[in-house]
């Protein structure tokens, strides 16, 4: 296949771009979430970083808002008062309290994204005040 591929380039074709790392969000946002397909990206420039990772959105009740928003702050040991829950790694990204979190990804949320530990420790490390978040359906 590597002599295909390298015969293919001296005869001046391009081989095809692998399309499997992109995001379905704008290059500006530095976290893209999906709604449909439950996947998360980090990405920097439109170049992803880390992603697709599961995630599991809002419930049908609480969904997860679509649009985008902005990180308003982080808070690395969050407990909700509202919901009496922790909220490890949160990284919140709307005025009214919907963040990135470790979460079960087995269990829909009242809101927020559940992303597995590895993911919500990633997203808290890389996501700063004022970085663009987008989720789209």
């Not at 499997?20 to 946002?29: R, S």
């Not at 990204?93 to 420790?121: M, N």
Request: some cysteine; hydrophobic content about 35%.
């Amino acid at each position: 296949m590597t002599g295909m591929v390298a015969a293919i380039g001296a005869l001046g074709f391009a081989a095809p771009a692998a399309n499997a790392a992109a995001t379905p969000c704008e290059p500006q946002a530095k976290a893209c979430v999906q709604l449909s397909t439950g996947k998360a990206w980090l990405q920097d420039g439109g170049n992803v970083t880390r992603g697709p990772v599961p995630m599991a959105p809002g419930l049908p009740s609480y969904p997860t808002p679509k649009g985008k928003f902005h990180v308003q702050y982080k808070d690395i040991d969050h407990y909700s008062r509202q919901y009496n829950g922790p909220m490890p790694y949160s990284v919140f990204f709307t005025t009214t309290g919907v963040a990135f979190h470790e979460g079960s990804l087995r269990q829909k949320s009242h809101g927020c994204v559940h992303l597995s530990h590895q993911d919500a420790v990633a997203f808290y490390n890389a996501l700063h005040t004022g970085d663009e978040v987008q989720v789209v359906a």
